[in-house]
């Protein structure tokens, strides 16, 4: 922020001074959640005297829970219509109830949602923060007393765009208070220490997570397992992890049946909270575009990070100790499909040679 003796150039800057209660809203998926850590942070270190709450999907709040800046997480449960009509209503009367309770002063509303534009109207606060919608009418327009300008063309990190809702009531957050916060616990960090005993990993290691929930940003597997071949050949000690999806942990097989020999694995076994201890611990991730990646970066763990028909600009690790490695020979990338011609493979990453990755880890290791 500028300081007090500086002009203020925003004429219709919220008086942070007043703000006593703030909810944030991010309901996306997990990385993008992480990506919104910043914007807590800042806000605290502008005002500290506020209480900071968040609102995100129920699988999503670990990505933010025991972040030191935040007071409350509030969960919307997506299973809750699973169970029926009558459980799904009182699940959200519950969260509406817990909600209003708090008296809200200020929302800040991260995505183009349309609970939180409802939010803004039925809790009421003074402030309400969303972003402009070029697809939406003066409802979404009213319901917020300032909105934050999404870049066109360009391409704008997703940090960056977070943390635009904060720079539109007057709160300049510095490149220190842009850092992610993800803090795994003790408990998560002991039981990190637990598995890798079991499964024989002790001292240093590099930390593949190979799959991402969507599979057209993934390396082959005949890629990975040679890079696995490579590192191993120069004395590192390789661990493997996925999520605990049937797709994810077939790929961990089919790259240990290529290998022809077991790699230390945790594949399905660990929380969020101890995927990010894991990560800390390791001397290096490597990774695709997915949650892992960003967690990694979160972690300050030298990261290299394979982009196929995903933009980097937008979605790349949030890290000075990351390199991002694409393919040259694309002009078409990134396309953002499903794969070239919505096949779900993409030739962007089918054709990156693992020369190209081994040099961007020794890289971020020599850094």
């Known amino acids: 922020m500028p300081a007090m003796n500086e002009f203020n150039p925003l004429r219709d800057a919220i008086p942070l001074r007043e703000v006593k209660r703030v909810l944030v809203i991010k309901l996306r998926h997990h990385g ?6 910043p914007v807590f942070s800042a806000l605290k ?6 209480e900071i709450d968040a609102l995100v999907y129920a699988d999503t709040a670990e990505m933010l829970s025991l972040h030191p800046a935040i007071s409350r997480v509030f969960e919307v449960d997506r299973k809750a219509k699973q169970k029926g009509a009558m459980h799904q209503l009182k699940s959200e009367l519950d969260l509406l109830a817990g909600l209003r309770a708090r008296s809200y002063d200020l929302i800040l509303h991260l995505t183009e949602h349309w609970r939180g534009a409802w939010l ?11 972003c402009t919608r070029s697809d939406a009418g003066a409802l979404w327009r009213r319901s917020f007393s300032h909105l934050y300008k999404v870049s066109g063309g360009l391409p704008r990190h997703t940090v960056e765009r977070n943390l635009d809702a904060l720079r539109r009531i007057g709160v300049w ?5 842009r850092r992610l916060v993800l803090v795994p616990g003790e ?9 890798l005993a079991e499964v024989g990993v002790q001292g240093r290691f590099i930390h593949i997570h190979p799959a991402s929930r969507w599979f057209f940003k993934c390396w082959p597997v005949s890629r990975m397992a040679e890079l696995i071949s490579r590192l191993e050949q120069a004395g590192h000690c390789v661990l493997l992890t996925a999520a605990p999806s049937q797709d994810e942990l077939a790929m961990l097989a089919a790259i240990q049946s290529q290998l022809g020999h077991p790699v230390a694995t945790l594949g399905g076994k660990l929380s969020l909270k101890e995927l ?4 800390r611990m390791a001397d290096a991730f490597i990774g695709v575009d997915s949650a892992p990646m960003h967690i990694a970066a979160a972690m300050g763990t ?10 980097e600009k937008q979605w790349g690790p949030w890290s000075a100790q990351a390199r991002v490695v694409s ?10 499909n499903d794969g070239c011609g919505g096949g779900k493979v993409s030739d962007c990453l089918e054709s990156l040679p693992v020369e190209q990755v081994m040099a961007a880890l020794d890289e971020v290791l020599d850094k």
């Open 32 to 37: 993008d959640v992480l990506l919104s850590s």
């Open 45 to 50: 270190l502008a005002a500290p005297q506020v």
């Open 120 to 130: 803004s109207r039925i809790l009421r606060p003074r402030w309400a923060v969303g």
């Open 173 to 177: 957050p510095a490149p220190a208070q």
């Open 187 to 195: 408990a998560a960090e002991s039981s990190v220490r637990q598995h």
């Open 276 to 279: 990010a201890a894991l990560t």
């Open 302 to 311: 030298p990261t290299v990070a394979l982009f196929g028909p995903s933009g």
């Open 327 to 336: 393919s040259m020979h694309h002009p078409c990338r990134p396309c953002g």
